[in-house]
């Protein structure tokens, strides 16, 4: 699937896209599975990992689960 990373083989994590209009939005990068965090915790620290720590707080992220990432293409 063209633009979408590979699933197949990776451990889970999250894709971490930051929106840059309405509705537009722009891969930043994936990150690692921190075990041991809540779903909220994981999703804020993947940001972080993603972006090395430079998010900011007027900047809007999503993390989607790697294994999600392919599947939304199906639509």
């Not at 990373?5 to 690692?32: C, H, M, N, Y």
């Amino acid at each position: 699937m063209p633009g979408a990373p590979s699933s197949a083989g990776t451990p889970p994590g999250p894709i971490v896209l930051r929106q840059t209009a309405e509705r537009k939005w722009q891969l930043v990068g994936e990150a690692d599975r921190r075990p041991g965090l809540t779903a909220r915790a994981a999703r804020v620290q993947a940001v972080g990992d993603a972006t090395n720590g430079s998010a900011k707080d007027d900047e809007v992220y999503a993390a989607i689960l790697r294994s999600e990432w392919p599947i939304s293409f199906e639509l």
